[in-house]
Every structure is written in C-alpha cells, then in structure tokens.
Nanobody, 120 residues
C-alpha cells in the first residue's frame, strides 16, 4: 500500500521558518503533480502550493513570497519551505501526490498531516 509520510511540523514563533518534507512509502513508478494543502481549525482544507513534474509551481496568494515548494524527482519527495510565518499559517499541513503504482495504477495519495503552530 502506498502512503505519504510528512515531517517537519512543529511550534515556531511568528517570523520564523519551518521546512516540511513528504516522501512516499511503498512502490511507486512515477509521480506527476505534488501539492501541499492545509486545514486550520474550523476552516476548509485549502491548496497552499503545487508543483508539476517539470517544476512549474502555483501558490495561494496568502503565501506568495514567503513559501517555496520544491521536489526531488529521484526521491519522489516534495518540500515546503515556509519563511516569515504568521499565526494565520497555523494548520495541519497535508501533502498529496498523483502517483502511478504498479499494483493499482493511477492513484491520488494523501499524507496523514503534520501540525504547524505559529505563536504570536
């Protein structure tokens, strides 16, 4: 079974930085789009940033200039560098990948989430 495993969340003061990582466990042939989502308490899950297999990126307006998404295709790993963090960035962050697997073909795979808390 293919899963995504996130790491790097934690507690940080406003203005600080964190780097999230997300890597798959299980057998994967390839991954196309990878993305980070977040869900704050009482709010809907929102797309934070995405990156295509060729490196094209998209960001939600609220993180532009502060967050950077990147990927290592050799490791099928995606990163989210978060700088100048604000209390409003507090949320559970999830990674998602559109993966091609040998057993089940194309799948949309989600991680279990990692909590980011920004104190004021």
């Amino acid at each position: 079974q293919v899963q995504l495993v996130e790491s790097g969340g934690g507690l940080v003061q406003a203005g600080g930085s964190l780097r999230l990582s997300c890597a798959p466990s299980g057998s994967i042939l390839s991954i196309s789009t990878m993305a980070w989502y977040r869900q704050a308490p009482g709010k809907q899950r929102e797309l934070v940033a995405s990156i295509g297999s060729g490196g094209s990126t998209n960001y939600v307006d609220s993180v532009k200039g502060r967050f950077t998404i990147s990927r290592d295709n050799a490791k099928n790993t995606v990163y989210l560098q978060m700088n100048s963090l604000e209390p409003e960035d507090t949320a559970v962050y999830y990674c998602k990948a559109n993966a091609l697997t040998p057993q089940r073909g194309s799948l949309e795979v989600w991680g279990q989430g990692t909590l980011v808390t920004v104190s004021s």
